[in-house]
């Protein structure tokens, strides 16, 4: 119906292989409407998944086109959802998120301005001080002074690994141990 077809007629060349890539075009349609609809994708991760489909680049062109045009596929939009989710699950600093978000294919101008949108570094503070917190209350605490060093060096490890910078880690060992000399050394 959609070609306008009738039982007995004689194809061209042109003919089949217009219907040919309009077949291939809606089977990557299909796929890529199935893909994002677990959860919302970047442009990287949903090309990707079109390429080991084995469809040809003009057809994940297309189909990636009718995404946009659709409102299905938006990197801004990905990225602050993806930001807002791995601070609920995993608290981290820019640094982690940044690298997480590049794996992802999102470019640089739009990190920076989902980071200018969604964590200024009073927020990061708090996000550090939260998980800070939470690492030491798995802990057992020991009021040697020897240990509580000790302590801080592991708490600062631990905030490394999640991406924060050294001035925010410092703050958070502040607050958290009460001291107001906490140099880089003894972290």
Not at 81 to 90: A, E, K, M, N
Not at 117 to 132: K, N, P, Q, V
Request: overall charge positive.
């Amino acid at each position: 119906m959609k070609f306008g077809l009738c039982k007995g007629d004689i194809l061209t060349k042109e003919q089949v292989n217009l219907i040919a890539s309009s077949e291939e075009y809606d089977r990557a349609k299909q796929k890529a409407l199935r893909y994002i609809s677990y959860r919302m994708r970047s442009e990287k991760e949903l090309r990707t998944k079109l390429t080991e489909e084995e469809f040809p680049p003009s057809v994940i062109d297309r189909t990636i086109e009718q995404m946009y045009t659709l409102g299905l596929m938006n990197d801004a939009e990905f990225a602050r959802l993806f930001v807002h989710d791995q601070q609920l699950r995993r608290p981290s600093g820019k640094r982690v998120l940044t690298q997480k978000l590049r794996l992802k294919g999102i470019s640089n101008s739009i990190i920076q301005q989902v980071f200018a949108e969604t964590i200024s570094g009073d927020e990061e503070r708090a996000i550090a001080l939260m998980a800070a917190k939470k690492y030491l209350k798995q802990r057992t605490h020991v009021r040697d002074k020897a240990e509580r060093l000790k302590e801080q060096r592991r708490v600062a490890q631990f905030l490394a690994r999640r991406g924060f910078d050294w001035s925010t880690i410092s703050t958070v060992l502040r607050t958290l141990f009460k001291s107001e000399t906490v140099s880089h050394e003894e972290a």
